[in-house]
């Protein structure tokens, strides 16, 4: 698993038009730490009996997730309104978390400050 975290932390950094290894050291990612939680998600107080969690945001780096059969799984789109996903049954989804937005909003201020100081 470690291999295919670095192999997307180099992908992401190339894509966003930053140098390779730039999230992979950014990150420490082969320090050999490796925080990995699982959930399986209870009834929601809030919504009157169904399953799952209230709204929140997702920690680290890579989130992976393996859905059941029920799905459930919800985006917040850019407009407030929320999305039903489609996870095919036994396939992993992998998305970004926080960890990597708040990593990137302190390169981009970063160049904006350098920017400004030209």
């Known amino acids: 698993?470690?291999?295919?975290v670095?192999?997307?932390a180099r992908a992401v950094s190339k894509n966003l038009g930053f140098e390779e290894h730039l999230l992979e050291k950014a990150l420490e990612l082969k320090s050999g730490f490796d925080v990995m939680a699982m959930n399986l998600y209870p009834p929601n107080v809030k919504s009157?009996?169904?399953?799952?969690?209230p709204e929140h945001?997702?920690?680290g780096f890579i989130i992976t997730l393996v859905q059941d059969v029920n799905g459930g799984l919800q985006?917040?789109?850019h407009k407030g309104n929320w999305i039903n996903t489609y996870i095919p049954y036994r396939a992993i989804l992998i998305q970004?978390?926080?960890q990597l937005e708040v990593l990137l909003f302190k390169l981009l201020l970063l160049?904006?400050?350098f920017?400004?100081?030209?």
């Open 6 to 8: 670095i192999g997307l």
């Open 57 to 59: 945001t997702d920690p």
């Open 75 to 77: 985006i917040l789109s």
């Open 1 to 4: 698993m470690r291999r295919v």
């Open 48 to 53: 009157k009996g169904f399953v799952g969690l």
């Open 115 to 118: 920017l400004l100081t030209i």
């Open 111 to 113: 160049i904006t400050l």
């Open 96 to 98: 970004l978390g926080d």
